[in-house]
């Protein structure tokens, strides 16, 4: 089955500093989305973005963070100076052509803030 | 707004049943299922379209009760491999998951 790839695994960074989580897509798909997860809690929508624009975000996406596709196939998320409390799992997911399709998800990105 | 799922936590023995539920305070048109299993991705289990149907995914189904705005889902003659967090969500283009139901199998 066609894999979402996320890197890095696991990101350590210090408080302040910009990190920027990559993410490549399915390559036919053309939804893309950001979650995170809380140790323990759960899967938290933070945004989706379609034809090379941000269709929604929740009130967590604001101003420090960002995404793109630069290139066509890669997908990341930009957070501009972290937070301890943006120490989570970053999940990225990709749909394919519609809505209400299933969503792939990567096998996350693992930020610690210290 | 979040869907809300019910019960938190369920325990069974291998070969038990259990039904989880996902309900809505608005109108739903759709509702996705995902496991999780500790320290992985979601998984997609099924979507449920309005209409009242019923699907399956290997001995697990569920259902979808527009007018009610909830959906269920039944796991039956439980296994091992059934352990896990189960998250029901909807939203078009901001598919928004519940707290999730935690659901261990035990031998």
């Known amino acids: 089955e066609p894999e979402v790839t996320q890197t890095p695994s696991h990101q350590v960074t210090q408080m302040g500093q910009e990190v920027i989580l990559r993410c490549v897509p399915i390559?036919?798909?053309?939804?893309f989305y950001w979650y995170r997860q809380i140790l323990g809690q759960k899967v938290e929508f933070l945004v989706s973005?379609?034809?090379?624009?941000?269709?929604?975000k929740s009130e967590i996406f604001d101003d420090q963070f960002s995404v793109e596709r630069p290139d066509g196939s890669n997908f990341t998320l930009k957070i501009r100076s972290t937070k301890l409390e943006d120490s989570a799992m970053y999940f990225c997911?990709?749909?394919?052509?519609?809505?209400?399709?299933?969503?792939?998800f990567g096998s996350g990105t693992q930020l610690s803030v210290l | 707004q979040q869907p809300v799922q019910s019960p938190q936590a369920v325990i069974l023995r291998e070969g038990e049943d259990a039904v989880i539920n996902c309900s809505s305070s608005k109108a739903l048109y759709s509702v996705h299922w995902y496991r999780q299993k500790h320290g992985e991705a979601p998984v997609f289990l099924m979507i449920l379209l309005k209409g009242g149907e019923q699907k399956g995914h290997d001995k697990i189904s569920a259902s979808f009760n527009e007018k009610k705005q909830q959906s269920s889902l039944y796991l039956t003659a439980s296994q091992l491999s059934y352990s896990g967090t189960y998250f029901c969500g909807y939203g078009n283009n901001r598919l928004a998951f519940g707290k999730g139901n935690q659901v261990v199998v035990i031998p």
């Open positions: 997911a990709s749909e394919g052509q519609g809505t209400n399709e299933k969503l792939f």
């Open positions: 973005f379609y034809n090379n624009e941000i269709s929604e």
């Open positions: 390559s036919n798909h053309l939804y």
